[in-house]
């Protein structure tokens, strides 16, 4: 979605966008029941059809934004595991599990899998499948850990 499009529009419907928040304004502070939200979204879409914005883009920018946001957590988390390793611990929980614990990050896996469950910063980011970086990150976490034991 361009900006400059999104410029011009403005600047030819910006009496129509008024009104309508005025409008909508109205709703939201006279009426007080469900009704009132459903205006607010029948307002709402109507400017959206009116602008010529389809359901199919606000999906596609939504999902782009996600990606986006999901690749930079992976990122940031990644970049933590290189600086944290020295900090970490493994603990191995007797089921063929395990968990690795530093300052930012939370790893639980199995022993064998291909797949680890990342917690970064007290937030779950989801299953990710074993890269150079993580098997690097536990076997640094299996030696902090055995030489702080020893």
Do not use: C, H
């Amino acid at each position: 979605m361009n900006t400059e499009v999104w410029i011009e529009f403005l600047k030819q419907n910006w009496l129509v966008i008024v009104i309508a928040l005025i409008v909508l304004f109205v709703v939201l502070n006279v009426v007080r029941t469900v009704v009132k939200w459903a205006l607010a979204v029948l307002i709402i879409a109507g400017l959206l059809i009116y602008s010529g914005i389809s359901l199919d883009q606000i999906k596609d920018v939504v999902s782009t934004v996600t990606d986006e946001t999901i690749d930079t957590v992976k990122t940031e988390a990644l970049n933590m595991m290189m600086k944290e390793a020295q900090e970490a611990t493994y603990v191995s929980n007797g089921d063929g599990s395990f968990s690795i614990t530093a300052p930012n990050l939370q790893l639980k896996g199995e022993s064998g899998s291909n797949e680890v469950e990342v917690t970064f910063r007290g937030v779950p980011v989801g299953k990710w499948e074993m890269n150079d970086t993580i098997r690097s990150y536990i076997d640094s976490a299996r030696n902090n850990t055995g030489s702080n034991q020893g």
